[in-house]
């Protein structure tokens, strides 16, 4: 017979690569992982893991029997949802939403006003992170929901094994003090702010990505970026304190661009997709969570047309 609790160890391991990794993450010292991914060994009767240097892979046997646990454990967590809802008489259950600062701000926090009014047997926990690191916690049930962007000529990995809808889709704004030549126009050209002092985000991210080829193509220059944050409302603040210019999603401006000139760039209508992931198999409680975050930002979108 095989145990649901060392199936859980064996997917947590598989997903994050190491024995040691997935006893942080679950709170278990190494060696207690260890032991019981041998009884587990003994259990199947036949080796799971491997070693490769420092890190460990599923052996042929192991990668049969991971992917049976996955099915295993998702029907588990359904039969869970599905009793809990029973017994309240509606959704209910702890969802997990990760979400990246603006979406959180924009998206999030309204639906989780109203699914407290909605559906007050549902529990959101809400994390920031980025999506680069929400899909493989996603996978591993860390989180249920996530929340992630894409911006143009900038594709996201596509997830076969999971399930993307597109929330909505915002401009792209400059950014600029309220004193700066360029303020007063309706468009500004990206090619007369190549003087600019930027801020932007982190080397790495999509919106560095994106901003850098905004620049080059369409102004012409490689952007002097001297301001780097992956929190928009610092970088707005750096606008307003020290002059700089930015290149920002419309949501964020609600929260913190007042004051400041927010113009469209003149050269092309550049933007991103919010987009949700979720896995395949969806509880009544991630249902209403998803169709709530749909709610939120159909009347954003509405707005912003």
């Known amino acids: 017979m095989l145990d649901l609790h060392r199936l859980r160890l064996l997917r947590e391991v598989h997903g994050r690569g190491t024995v040691h ?102 529990r959101v926990e809400v994390v920031e992170a980025e999506v680069e690191q929400a899909v493989p916690a996603l996978r591993l049930h860390q989180y249920d929901v996530a929340i992630g962007d894409e911006y143009d000529d900038l594709p996201r990995p596509v997830h076969a094994d999971l399930r993307r809808e597109r929330l909505l889709r915002e401009g792209l704004r400059v950014v600029l003090p309220p004193d700066h030549p360029e303020a007063g126009a309706a468009e500004v050209p990206l090619s007369r702010l190549a003087g600019l002092a930027w801020a932007g985000c982190q080397p790495g991210t999509g919106h560095r990505s994106m901003q850098l080829r905004a620049c080059r193509q369409y102004g012409g220059f490689e952007p002097d970026v001297r301001y780097s944050s992956d929190d928009f409302l610092i970088q707005l603040a750096m606008v307003r304190t020290a002059g700089a210019g930015a290149l920002l999603p419309e949501l964020v401006l609600a929260h913190g661009g007042a004051g400041l000139a927010v113009r469209r760039p003149a050269e092309a209508p550049l933007g991103r997709e919010v987009y949700l992931v979720t896995r395949q198999v969806r509880t009544p409680a991630v249902e209403a969570v998803a169709a709530a975050l749909h709610a939120v930002a159909a009347g954003l979108s509405k707005v912003e047309s």
């Open 21 to 122: 990794a997935a006893a942080r993450a679950l709170g278990y010292s190494p060696s207690a992982v260890s032991q019981q991914l041998a009884v587990l060994e003994r259990e199947a009767g036949t080796a799971l893991l491997e070693r490769t240097g420092r890190n460990v892979r599923l052996t042929d046997a192991g990668q049969v029997l991971v992917r049976h646990a996955i099915a295993l454990l998702e029907g588990v967590e359904a039969a869970e949802a599905d009793l809990a809802t029973a017994a309240a008489g509606r959704a209910a259950g702890a969802v997990r939403v990760s979400a990246f600062q603006t979406a959180a701000l924009s998206i999030v926090a309204p639906a989780v006003r109203a699914l407290a009014a909605s559906d007050p047997d549902i």
